[in-house]
């Protein structure tokens, strides 16, 4: 009951049982009580990791940290650039409906180095860090001869992509 | 506190924050849920940008705390992507819809939502796959080879997914909450994955944590577009999640979680009411 053949594939993900050979579990389900059937199982390598979870933890690990580092660094630099308006509120309310920013106030904000642009250079880097550990995984998926699922990460990309556009017709 | 200075009151939205994600990881529920209300409520911020903050920290919190899961092997990442189609779809919509809605709407969403997490509390979770041999065919599943394993113990236990179609219209909502809100919508994702698509408990959660940064990117996106995140305020709310989530993952082994529970259940349900209120008013 078992499916010990493997697909030869060469994820990005290794070490594998055998260098650059991935394994698919075995395993025995049931569709009915007491019926027992062969699945496919996941590609996984030999610490029973699936293919893409490294790169994908890698990007979102590196990803994550870019983009907390650039919001505390504009964080300082504004109280660094205008502490008066943090230390009181005659110098406009910076929690305020007014220091709202826009995605495409970025661009003009980080030419005229403006502390609250770069914060939110630090929100655009987080909110991209899922979408590229989507794509690394499409990717890993890709190479490991996994199209429907390649296709499934490219359609989440595109749902996305969508989202920015529907936003900014908003 | 409007006569706090603005530093001061960063500095208190922070450490509320630390506290929130803090709670909020040792209680499964994503610092989201805590970090509305508390901006809200107690700070008197619009609901707005509350939701602004929060969404971005919510994507921070997931980036935080998924690749562990990813190492692990406890979150599947097959399963995260597939269903992560019906999430955006969702988050958009809520997103797109929040900007159109009233505020009182917004609040009475909210406390219901809140309500709904606290029942989700109450309810004691049992891992089904375990004590449940039949699991339906389910053809989606099969093509997309989402069926898996994880650790138990010193073995790998396989499991297998089902119901693909139902996980997809459950998350559609789920998304459409999160992106509404502001929030990971952890309380019904979970669910969705544990009950209906009969994955392990420790896979849901695990992969609900992955999932949650990739919907909250979706909304982020269209509150980032429409102007409704101020920096400052969303940079001291994501650090202060940040901080808080990774705090709280190192003290789930030495605090009593199951008091702690029953502490921000009656919590939880407070603050539903207050929103509710608020809402309603």
């Excluded at chain 1, 655009?124 to 429907?148: I, N």
């Excluded at chain 2, 609900?208 to 990117?217: E, K």
Aim: aromatic content about 4%; charged content about 10%.
């Amino acid at each position: 009951m078992t499916r010990p053949t493997t697909p030869p594939l060469d994820p990005p993900d290794q070490p594998t049982a055998s260098p650059g050979r991935a394994t698919t579990s075995p395993r025995q389900t049931m569709d009915v009580p007491g019926r027992a059937t062969n699945v496919p199982g996941p590609v996984v390598t030999e610490r029973g990791r699936e293919v893409g979870a490294r790169p994908v933890a890698w990007v979102l690990r590196v990803g994550g940290l870019l983009g907390v580092l650039l919001v505390t660094a504009g964080l300082v630099t504004a109280f660094g650039q205008n502490g008066a308006a943090w230390t009181g509120r005659s110098h406009g309310d910076i929690l305020g409906p007014g220091a709202a920013l826009r995605l495409s106030d970025l661009a003009g904000g980080l030419r005229h180095a403006r502390a609250d642009a770069i914060v939110l250079l630090g929100m655009v880097v987080l909110a991209a860090t899922p979408a590229a550990g989507v794509a690394a995984a499409g990717w890993c998926w890709l190479r490991g001869r996994q199209p429907q699922l390649a296709a499934v990460a490219a359609l989440v990309l595109v749902l996305l992509l969508v989202a920015g556009a529907l936003g900014a017709a908003e | 506190m409007s006569t706090v200075s603005p530093l001061a009151e960063i500095a208190v939205i922070t450490a509320v924050c630390v506290a929130s994600g803090a709670l909020g990881s040792l209680l499964g529920l994503g610092g989201g849920t805590f970090i509305v209300p508390i901006l809200t409520l107690a700070f008197g911020l619009d609901v707005r940008l509350a939701i602004g903050a929060s969404v971005i920290s919510v994507v921070a919190g997931s980036a935080a705390a998924s690749p562990r899961y990813l190492d692990e092997g406890f979150a599947n990442l097959r399963v995260a992507v597939t269903l992560e189609v019906a999430t955006v779809i969702g988050a958009v919509i809520g997103a797109l819809l929040a900007g159109h809605l009233s505020t009182h709407v917004l609040y009475t969403i909210f406390g219901v939502v809140l309500a709904f997490s606290a029942i989700q509390m109450l309810r004691t979770r049992r891992d089904v796959t375990t004590d449940a041999l039949a699991v339906p065919g389910d053809r989606l599943a099969d093509v997309l080879t989402l069926h898996g394993d994880v650790a138990n113990g010193s073995e790998r236990r396989a499991y297998r997914v089902t119901r693909t179609a139902t996980g997809l219209t459950m998350m559609t909502a789920a998304g459409t909450v999160s992106g509404l809100l502001g929030i990971g919508s952890g309380a019904m994702k979970v669910p969705a994955m544990d009950l209906a698509m009969r994955l392990p408990l420790k896979v849901s959660t695990a992969t609900s944590s992955l999932m949650i940064g990739v919907t909250g990117a979706a909304s982020a996106v269209v509150y980032l577009q429409r102007g409704d995140v101020v920096p400052a305020l969303a940079g001291a709310v994501a650090i202060g999640t940040v901080v808080g989530a990774r705090l709280g993952s190192r003290l789930l082994s030495v605090v009593p979680v199951a008091t702690l529970r029953l502490v921000f259940l009656a919590v939880l349900l407070v603050i539903s009411v207050q929103m509710l209120l608020r809402g309603l008013a």
